[in-house]
Structure formats: C-alpha cells, structure tokens
T-cell receptor, first 110, second 117 residues
Framework: LAKTTQPISMDSYEGQEVNITCSHN???????ITWYQQFPSQGPRFIIQ???TKVTNEVASLFIPADRKSSTLSLPRVSLSDTAVYYC???????????FGAGTRLFVKA | DTAVSQTPKYLVTQMGNDKSIKCEQN?????MYWYKQDSKKFLKIMFS???????INETVPNRFSPKSPDKAHLNLHINSLELGDSAVYFC????????????????FGPGTRLTVL
C-alpha cells in the first residue's frame, strides 16, 4: 500500500480557501485517492475520491497532477465547523485494507 | 435512520474483564470493519469481514475476537482487558466494489470509547 505524507496541522481563518496537500510517491496504477474528515468524538466521514485530474463535489475539490504522486484537497471558504482532521488515503478500490495516516489537523479561526 | 450504529457508546471496566461491542449497519453493505483509535488519534484497522468472512486480521492479539452473525452485524469481543486496550473503537461498513464507477466509501459508526481501569 502506498504511504502518504501530509502536514501535521494547518491554521486558517473563516472565509479563506484551504489547500491540504498529500504526497504519495509510491502510488500504484490501480490506486485511488480518497479523503476523509473526522470531527472530534465522531467517526471519519468520506469527503471525496479521485483517480486523476480534478474532482469536485458540494464539499470540496480534489486536484491530482498527471504523475499522481501528490494530491491537493481544496476546501473553499472554510468556516469554524470545518475544524477537523483530514486524512488522505491511497489504495485499490475493494482492497478492503484501508490505511489511515496521521492526518492533518485543520484549525479554523474566527 | 442511523446507517452504522454501535453499542455501547461508552464502556468503563476493570482490567481482566471480558466485554463486547456491537455494531450494526442498515446500508445493505457487504463489508464491515473494526478500527482502533488510540490517544494519539492514530486510526488503525483491526479486522475486516466480507460477507461474514474474515478477510483482514491486522496482527491483533487473540484476546480480540470479531464475530459476524450476518452481513449487517459485526461484533467485537475482548477477553482479559488490559490498560492498553483503552481507546475509541470504530465500526465501519462499505459496499463491495464491482465494476467501473463503483466506490468503496466507508461509513463509520459513532465510536465506542473504552476505558480500562
């Protein structure tokens, strides 16, 4: 399984766009990139998944360069409620084994 | 309407006791998981079941025994509890992947905070 590296923590202010980058140099051809969000005292929640280029949904955008060795989760106009830990995962769909790294703790300030 | 539910939410017990945590999902998923999140917040997979069959066992002590009576349930029994077992245990489920465009998004339960005294 490809290992991922993310910043340990990030600070932001309400209304700003936040970009969290994840490195996965050993990503395999069949691997997908998935991001989860975890609020305190809750289980992780799926945010977005992609394979290449750009994926956008109502919550976030995911940018994946052509070499796929990194990916960037973009949160537009964050609010205080976006304070959470964000995990980047890389793996084969249906592989069942999911490896969560340390994640990035995002603090959104007023 | 709860997709993945766990009971109990909190569990406080003495060392050496045996306890169980129950998990149920009403999403019709084929795969269920148990994760452990320790005090440092690292989330580690413990077990994975697909159609009631154990497919992942991540070097977890034998004191931990998962049981899946049917696809909708995955329970975790822990024998001879130790201090180091204190953590939050999360159950999750996902739909089996089949064909392009499918996804194996995992849906997590609210967690069970286990405290061993």
């Amino acid at each position: 399984l490809a290992k991922t590296t993310q910043p340990i923590s990030m600070d932001s202010y309400e209304g700003q766009e936040v970009n969290i980058t994840c490195s996965h140099n050993n990503i395999a051809t069949n691997d997908y990139i998935t991001w989860y969000q975890q609020f305190p005292s809750q289980g992780p929640r799926f945010i977005i998944q992609g394979y290449k280029t750009k994926v956008t949904n109502e919550v976030a955008s995911l940018f994946i360069p052509a070499d796929r060795k990194s990916s960037t989760l973009s949160l537009p106009r964050v609010s205080l409620s976006d304070t959470a830990v964000y995990y980047c995962l890389v793996g084969v769909r249906g592989g069942f084994k999911t490896i969560f790294g340390a994640g990035t703790r995002l603090f959104v300030k007023a | 309407d709860t997709a993945v539910s766990q009971t109990p939410k909190y569990l406080v017990t003495q060392m050496g006791n045996d306890k169980s945590i129950k998990c149920e999902q009403n999403l019709g998923h084929d795969t269920m998981y148990w994760y452990k999140q320790d005090s440092k917040k690292f989330l580690k997979i413990m077990f994975s079941y697909n159609n009631k069959e154990l497919i992942i066992n991540e070097t977890v002590p034998n004191r931990f025994s998962p049981k899946s009576p049917d696809k909708a349930h995955l329970n975790l029994h822990i024998n001879s509890l130790e201090l180091g077992d204190s953590a939050v245990y999360f159950c999750a489920s996902s739909l089996a992947v089949s064909g392009p465009g499918s996804t194996d998004t995992q849906y997590f339960g609210p967690g069970t905070r286990l405290t061993v005294l």
